[in-house]
């Protein structure tokens, strides 16, 4: 990969990254030099058949592409931390955005039309959304959730918390495909919600988070009315923690 879409792709990055004590010139240096590192280790890693996609016209279909950067991201993840003077927060970002572009510029959109921004990246897009209403501590929503559940029908506190749990982990599960949908259906070439608020792209990403966690969790024996109440509390919670209007801005 060339110098100057190094230097593009860091600056692209750059944007959502803030590190302390640091002038601007200095955080370029520092992006653009982890950027080169995750770089050149992707292209070393990658067949080169795979890699041609990036800066060539030939493409990979988008299902093979997207497993593609889902195990990339598993893969990267194992191998941190390789880059010390990052936070973990920042190289994670940094490390996921790099793969997403790259992966991105195996379709049909290329890598240099994704670096002039003429075209946005959904997965690029997709990183910062998941990092913005990610879950930072899953102990505090299990709390809260607790704090404002109130069951239609009585039941042993240990069910109660196990019911709680259960939802919890449920909701973790589906939330990255959640966001994902979301962004398609929003923003995608054939996009079937038309948003022009942050409150109508809530909407949409509720309704599946929604419809996710309905198809995710299932309780033998639990009566359906019970099942949809911890659903509901659930997702009412982390909407009420999580996804914000700042959040949504700042992604």
Request: aromatic share 6%.
């Amino acid at each position: 990969m060339r110098t100057l879409q190094i230097a593009a792709l860091g600056a692209l990055i750059k944007a959502t990254v803030d590190i302390p004590g640091m002038s601007d010139d200095d955080e370029t240096e520092i992006i653009q030099s982890a950027v080169e590192k995750i770089v050149a280790d992707v292209e070393s890693f990658m067949p080169r058949a795979y890699w041609e996609r990036i800066v060539t016209s030939k493409a990979v279909p988008d299902a093979q592409r997207e497993l593609l950067q889902s195990r990339l991201f598993v893969y990267y993840g194992d191998k941190l931390p390789y880059l010390p003077y990052l936070s973990e927060v920042d190289e994670r970002l940094i490390l996921h955005a790099t793969i997403a572009i790259l992966t991105d510029a195996m379709g049909n959109t290329k890598l240099d039309d994704i670096l002039s921004q003429e075209t946005t990246s959904l997965s690029l897009i997709a990183i910062y959304i998941r990092e913005a209403m990610g879950i930072d501590d899953v102990e505090i929503l299990r709390r809260k959730v607790a704090d404002m559940i109130n069951l239609p029908i009585p039941m042993p506190q240990p069910v109660v918390n196990w019911l709680i749990e259960k939802g919890v982990a449920a909701l973790l599960s589906v939330l990255s495909r959640a966001v994902d949908v979301s962004l398609l259906e929003c923003f995608g070439k054939d996009a079937t919600h038309h948003v022009k608020t942050i409150g109508e792209f809530q909407a949409v990403l509720r309704g599946n988070v929604t419809r996710l966690l309905h198809n995710k969790m299932s309780v033998v024996l639990l009566p359906a009315f019970v099942e949809r109440f911890v659903i509901s509390s659930v997702i009412d919670t982390y909407f009420e923690l999580y996804v914000t209007n700042e959040r949504i801005n700042t992604a």
